[in-house]
């Protein structure tokens, strides 16, 4: 088999691998890299792709700012972090070595893998939450969060259709996969790649929008609020604007009546607002406690950054928590300092200065709202799916999204 039909078919596989295994995505990475390394850099690479690799560099200038600051500060240097960010180094290299029938066979592979992945999901759901009902089924939550959630009586056993019990045995964080799914419904209503009817386009948008619902991520909710927005106020048609106004209090009403999003809004009400501490702390408050840290960083540690590994340790200090800042913003602020934001904003903005359309703006704003509320360019997962998409805007097929349906 020839070199460039292997690449054919690894490349559309690209991203549905990562939804389900890391270590197969890994290897697809890999192989599409050594394909490229050995058919395309002999041929090598014009001055206007390396003016935009340069541009597109900027976010991986950061991580390494923070890398070198983490070897000042005396807490090595750790390869991990670093070869899983390789997908922005190498990505744009295998984007511009594909041909604009790989690209748009990718797009139409993510949706529909997402699209019976997703349907697996909510039918597998539906069935063991029939045949569970009426029994506790402890899960992922703890057991004092289990008998909250289990204390009302339900049609169907909700804890089976919740996000912790609804990805089976796959270890997907909701978040990650709301994005994703979010993005799967900008594919279908912004671009001309899925070919199907009117009803079959919206019955694919309503499943999604069903999962991102299901599994109650605050990102993925306010992601699907603001396609819907987006969808039925660009034409600024009253009829349009009037139905957009019911979709998106529909969607508010389904979200509030789902019982684990009840749970928790009524777990961060309790323990944000009412300071509630006999409630066991939600993530939001895990969240704020987070961000506001911040304020213990000296103005000489925000200006400069402390590095990936130091900055963690201060944040353990300061509030109790081994993690991150769950905000890709302020965690570029502590680990590169305001260079480091800088950076990361000149690489958020850059594919709106090379296109004009719906499709990348949208995606951008999605992108945005998700970086505020999680480290999503941090984790493998959302690593190879912004890398992905962020190559194909700049490197891909000038005409890919020329064209809106």
């Known amino acids: ?16 691998s990562v939804l389900i295994s890391f270590a197969a995505n890994s290897i697809i990475f890999v192989l599409l890299s050594v394909i490229v390394a050995f058919s395309q850099l002999t041929l090598g690479y014009s001055n206007a792709f390396f003016k935009k690799y340069g541009w597109f560099s900027t976010f991986i200038i950061s991580i390494f700012i923070a890398f070198l600051l983490d070897i000042i500060n005396q807490h090595g240097f750790n390869t991990r972090l670093l070869t899983k ?38 039918v597998i759901g539906l069935i063991r939450s029939w045949l569970n009902k009426g029994e506790i089924v402890y899960g992922n939550w703890d057991s004092e969060t289990t008998e909250t959630f289990y204390a009302n009586d339900m ?32 594919i279908i209503l912004f671009t001309p790649f899925i070919k199907l009817g009117k009803w079959q386009k919206w019955a694919l948008v309503f499943l999604h929008s069903l999962m991102i619902l299901l599994i109650s991520s605050k990102a993925g909710i306010i992601s699907l609020l603001l396609i819907m927005g987006i969808e039925f106020f660009k034409a600024k048609n009253p009829k349009q604007m009037i139905l957009g106004l019911s979709v998106l209090s529909l969607i508010t009403i389904i979200a509030l009546s789902i019982p684990s999003t009840q749970l928790r809004i009524k777990r961060a009400y309790q323990s944000v607002v009412l300071k509630d501490t006999s409630v066991k702390k939600s993530s939001s408050v895990g969240r704020l406690q987070l961000w506001n840290s911040l304020n213990d960083f000296s103005t000489t540690e925000l200006i400069t950054g402390l590095g990936i590994k130091t900055s963690r340790a201060k944040v353990k200090e300061f509030t109790g928590q081994d993690k991150n800042m769950h905000n890709q913003f302020l965690q570029a602020l502590v680990s590169s300092g305001i260079i480091g ?49 962020y190559s194909l805007f700049i490197f891909g097929d000038e005409s890919l999204f020329n064209k809106e349906p």
């Open 341 to 389: 934001l800088i950076l990361l904003i000149c690489f958020l903005a850059m594919p709106s200065f090379y296109h004009k359309n719906i499709f990348i703006y949208s995606f951008t704003a999605l992108l945005v709202v998700n970086l505020f509320l999680e480290n999503m360019l941090d984790r493998v997962s959302g690593i190879m799916m912004v890398a992905f998409f």
């Open 155 to 186: 049609l169907l056993n909700w804890g089976e259709l919740s996000y912790k019990r609804i990805f089976l045995f796959l270890d997907i964080h909701p978040t990650y996969y709301a994005f994703f799914s979010a993005v799967v419904i900008l």
């Open 85 to 122: 960010r390789l997908a922005f180094v190498l990505l744009p290299f295998i984007v511009f070595y594909s041909k604009k029938s790989h690209q748009t066979l990718a797009l139409k592979m993510l949706v529909y893998s997402m699209s019976i992945l997703s349907s697996l999901f909510i």
């Open 1 to 16: 088999m020839k070199p460039e039909t292997v690449f054919n078919y690894l490349f559309i596989l690209l991203l549905p």
